[in-house]
């Protein structure tokens, strides 16, 4: 039977030759990296574009996820009165959705350096959030006046 160094001799074997081949492609990777000033430029150009890129979809997520919020508020307010608590849970669910997509939103923003299209950003994250969040009060408020009612 093997002790615990023996194992750990081992094991140390098995991972050297891995951490090895990591530091060869890292260094691989590193000499591939842009050298002219041009050349970095054109990268960082392409990242920027990148994250600005990447920002659509968790910007399309939230702004979906509000109309969603405003359809629930109808049902909740005109719609069945069996349908209310349904309506109010998927509010609360696209009110979730909502927050995740500005959340990703904003952590792209982080790192992008164009500040005009940053805080147009910003502005319209801020506008949904607080929409969303004034949308959930009033059906909060409507479904727990008909839970009342019943």
Known sequence: MQNDSEMSG???RTISPQLTLFAEDSHASLSRLPGSEEEKKTRTDRIQQSLRKATEPPLLTAETSLKIMEICREVVEKG?????TDAAVGALLAHAALQGGALNVLV????IKQSDYVDQLNQKVIFLQTTADK??????TVVKAKMALS
């Not at 069945?80 to 209310?84: D, Q």
């Not at 792209?108 to 790192?111: A, T």
């Not at 949308?135 to 909060?140: A, K, L, Q, T």
Request: no cysteine.
């Open 108 to 111: 792209n923003l982080s790192s």
């Open 10 to 12: 081992q094991s140390g």
């Open 80 to 84: 069945n009165p069996s349908a209310v």
């Open 135 to 140: 949308i959930r009060d009033e059906i909060m």
